[in-house]
Nanobody, 127 residues
Framework: VQLQASGGGTVQTGGSLKLSCTATASAGSTFELAWFREAPGKGREFVSM????????GYADPVKGRFTISRDNAKNVGYLQMNNLGPADTAVYYCAANSVVRGTIPLRFPSGHVDYWGKGTQVTVSS
């Protein structure tokens, strides 16, 4: 699976952005998607995740109620709608994917288990 994130930019505090993650995969591939971010001087942290069907989602506490993850499997695209942004959200945002494998624990992103990484997109929130 190859991933490409886009949609980053600079917004003012309180603004919104919608990130996209375009996936290129073999026909028939099924995979979970997630977003991570890395702020200057900090490690990469989990932000949000979504199952292949879209029926299960998860969020890190700092973004709950402000960010919404979704996906369109027909287009092989995942999204992260970010609202009410603040300076603490400034970071490079990365999309990630895990292949769906029968018999394994799903949605292991928060523990750092990632099969595929995409290149990041910069999000800057000015105060």
């Amino acid at each position: 699976v190859q991933l490409q994130a886009s949609g980053g930019g600079t917004v003012q505090t309180g603004g919104s952005l919608k990130l996209s993650c375009t996936a290129t995969a073999s026909a028939g591939s099924t995979f979970e998607l997630a977003w991570f971010r890395e702020a200057p001087g900090k490690g990469r942290e989990f932000v949000s995740m979504i199952s292949w069907s879209g029926g299960s989602t998860g969020y890190a506490d700092p973004v709950k109620g402000r960010f919404t993850i979704s996906r369109d499997n027909a287009k092989n695209v995942g999204y992260l709608q970010m609202n009410n942004l603040g300076p603490a959200d400034t970071a490079v945002y990365y999309c990630a994917a895990n292949s769906v494998v029968r018999g394994t624990i799903p949605l292991r992103f928060p523990s750092g288990h990632v099969d595929y990484w995409g290149k990041g997109t910069q999000v800057t929130v000015s105060s």
